[in-house]
């Protein structure tokens, strides 16, 4: 007996001794790091270096496997080191640029003080869902499906989704690979989060919808930002992919049709972008929230059944239902098991009677049909309008916004949207999606095309 | 220039090295913590030594004074090496006790094989929403109120409801002090994410209501428990709390009444608390939502003024609105201002007609009374039922749910539970809040006084 206590004794003094000695070179290291950053102030330098961060993590993942270390807690150390995960809530908390939400309490405040504002800052159109689906809440409230229930989401609309997304893109998709979510954003978070170990890195396309970003360091994680351009289309080169990636890259996140710039990828797009993420063992995230509202032909990260991949969409958009909250994921049923055990972590269920109404919702097709055929239309017109305006954009591919850009000798375009407030017309900055889109603003086909024909008039003379 | 270049480069190849020392000595403390697992298991001893822990913490501490680095990075880092941090996520997913959830799923399953069950697992009352609550949601439907809105909830119901706490607890309650959540569930997750950084520690008393620990452990923090006990009354001993708290404890989650014991905490227990916490700079969340179905004299969080906490609650209960996933938090402006961020990055917003259903319920008052008075017959006729069973119970302090226990020389919780499933009856065996609570079993008032007679009766049999 008296040998074994000894024994576990001997090991714990040698376990304090490990623990004291890593102090010790965290101490060291930290004033060196110390040092480093006094150096670059000196010398001018930024002080987030990419280049030598990666090169500290390769080094670091060879020596984790040479000492028999567990990668994962040593890049969780490393990073609670290069401090990109510690506070990495409070640095969400304090980029907040001017985004749809902001312009429009901004533009709210406006119109409390009387002023008449047209509003297509926000990707929320203004035909509301169809009418058979606020019935079918109404039925279902008052016939009390307010329960408790399946945290993956109701079975009928999980099946329905299944059907739905399996005629849209010509892939047959079984019930328990869908996930209910609240809205989009509930389904690229549980996406995320699922996914994610802190400091792992993720690629996005800039420009970029802000909450990838934001979830992203929310959970940890380091968002790079592979940049594409108007001069050049919008266009994803894979090569720039590629060279992005790195030992820690484990998703890239897409956005097709893409939110703000509309921006559609082909399929030899797709393709090239699949097979380098295969080969990288790299996850995608294909967020196809704006797929109905394609002009030109568009294709799903589902017709590559091959592929590891989280499909994301919601009703939002495609049947109205903006505050309705639906969104859903397509995956594997591990990945949907896990996400929806996350989800019933974190808020028990979507309510019932809104899962009811969602699955009515999917039964009206002329609806869908009608606000696909109605946001072309204003899409058209208003790029014919631009197209003789101050402002610069390319021929739409995609229906929901136009991204055009601003001559930058005259102003910016935060400054002229807020000047173009004062005229009470309400739009987002490009600065909201990436601060190298400045000189962009984002116009949402959310009203009537008189509406947005008066606005873009306005916008004109804002410019000067 | 090049002496520049040089010294940069010479301070970088300082840090690589420094974190390979870093490294390696992770490594050599692993496979001694790996030894001193072994040697536990053979000498039959428990794997978790909290005082073994707490000596290698203050150590610590004294040795980061001594090498200037600060505490908060070193406990963060040793939280993880001692693993109850690492794998948060897949620690979540391992552990699938036999939650309320879980059991409804497994009783489900059974049902659709043409068996009854009566279920009483679930904390879903019978009695449903108001029909004020119905009509309005409805209503709003119908009159388009399906818009995004704020992501701290609408205006109207911030301020009914700061109106509501205030009446109900004696406290002025501003609406910018109000965040409107999914569900109580939405409350704790974002409270928790919004003051929780990895590593943490925080205080649970046991047994413990589960997504408290699970959220703590996807979050990357460490619950640890502190047990109360049926034999002592659930009493909560002040003095254990404070010991049980160290440099890396942030949080101390309360919950009054108990879910699952009913227990109440008195006004002075709570100053206790309050005096306690405030004086080790732990904040609090007080989990309030069965505060309506207390029996004896209720104490809020709310009537300390000073203390810094999250009050959480929701109207789940109070107004039998279950599926309609409204919950609330009340904090500083500050606290809610980040929360808000939070919840808008995650899921935009709460829909819109459920917040303005939820505004009318705080109108039905009488309702709201005729709940709590039928819960509270219901838990008084069961605990006679009880009392002269085999079960022992103590008298109830709430009325939402009883946790009598069972003599486990003849069979465990979880045994006894799946037993009397067989028999037509569900409820929530106690492991499901703790391993240590494997002889009780939670029994949720949600069904007529007769139900759950016939219940017990059937309770009665089975444990022979």
New interface residues.
């Given amino acids: 007996m008296t040998t074994?206590i000894y024994?576990?004794e001997t090991?714990?003094r040698?376990?304090?001794g490990?623990?004291?000695?890593?102090?010790?070179?965290?101490?060291?290291?930290?004033?060196?790091?110390k040092?480093?950053a006094l150096?670059?102030k000196?010398?001018g330098?930024p002080l987030i270096d990419r280049a030598?961060e990666a090169r500290?993590r390769s080094?670091?993942i060879n020596?984790?496997k040479h000492?028999?270390?567990s990668e994962?807690?040593?890049l969780?150390?490393?990073n609670?080191?290069i401090e990109h995960?510690?506070?990495a809530?409070s640095s969400?908390?304090d980029e907040?640029p001017l985004s749809p939400?902001r312009m429009?309490?901004i533009a709210k405040k406006l119109e409390m003080d009387g002023q008449q504002v047209i509003h297509l800052e926000?990707g929320?159109p203004d035909f509301?869902?169809p009418t058979k689906v606020?019935?079918t809440?109404?039925r279902s409230?008052?016939g009390?499906?307010?329960?408790?229930?399946?945290?993956a989401g109701i079975h009928s609309l999980r099946e329905a989704l299944a059907q739905h997304i399996g005629t849209s893109h010509a892939r047959e998709v079984e019930s328990d690979e869908v996930l209910v979510t609240?809205?989009a954003?509930?389904a690229i978070?549980l996406s995320l989060?699922?996914a994610l170990r802190?400091g792992d890195e993720v690629l996005l396309i800039g420009p970029s919808y802000p909450?990838y970003g934001?979830?992203i360091r929310?959970l940890?994680g380091k968002p790079t930002f592979i940049e594409t351009h108007a001069h050049n289309e919008w266009q994803l080169d894979v090569d720039i992919i590629e060279e992005a990636m790195n030992e820690s890259t484990s998703l890239l996140v897409l956005n097709t049709p893409s939110n703000p710039t509309g921006h559609v990828l082909t399929r030899d797009e797709m393709q090239d972008i699949v097979a380098v993420t295969q080969e990288r063992g790299v996850s995608v995230i294909s967020d196809e929230v704006y797929s109905d509202f394609s002009i030109v032909p568009h294709t799903s990260i589902l017709e590559f059944p091959g592929s590891e991949s989280d499909y994301i969409s919601s009703m939002s958009k495609s049947f109205g239902?903006?505050?309705?909250?639906i969104g859903y994921v397509v995956s594997s049923r591990e990945r949907i098991k896990?996400m929806a055990?996350?989800q019933?972590?974190?808020?028990?269920?979507?309510?019932?009677?809104?899962q009811i109404a969602a699955r009515e919702a999917l039964s009206c097709i002329d609806e869908r049909l009608s606000y696909k055929r109605l946001m072309k239309e204003r899409v058209l017109a208003s790029y014919k309008l631009l197209s003789r305006s101050k402002f610069n954009v390319g021929e739409p591919q995609s229906s929901f916004y136009l991204f055009p850009r601003i001559d930058t000798t005259i102003m910016n375009g935060d400054t002229f949207v807020m000047k173009l407030l004062e005229r009470g017309i309400c739009v987002t900055p490009g600065s909201a999606y990436g601060k190298r889109y400045v000189d962009h603003i984002r116009i949402a086909m959310t009203q009537p095309i008189d509406t947005i024909a008066q606005a873009i008039n306005i916008m004109d003379e804002v410019v000067g």
Same sequence: chains 1, 2.
């Fill in positions: 074994d024994s576990l090991l714990r040698q376990v304090l490990a623990t004291r000695e890593i102090i010790r070179q965290i101490g060291i290291r930290q004033s060196i790091v040092e480093i150096e670059k000196r010398q330098l030598a500290l080094d670091i020596k984790c000492h028999g270390v994962g807690i040593v969780r150390i490393l609670n080191l995960a510690i506070n809530q969400v908390m907040r939400a429009n309490t926000i929320e509301g869902p606020k019935t809440a109404s409230i008052a009390g499906a307010s329960h408790y229930c399946h945290e609240l809205g954003r509930g978070w989060m699922s802190p909450p934001s979830c929310a940890g239902m903006t505050g309705f909250r896990r055990q996350l019933g972590m974190m808020v028990t269920c979507v309510p019932e009677f809104i």
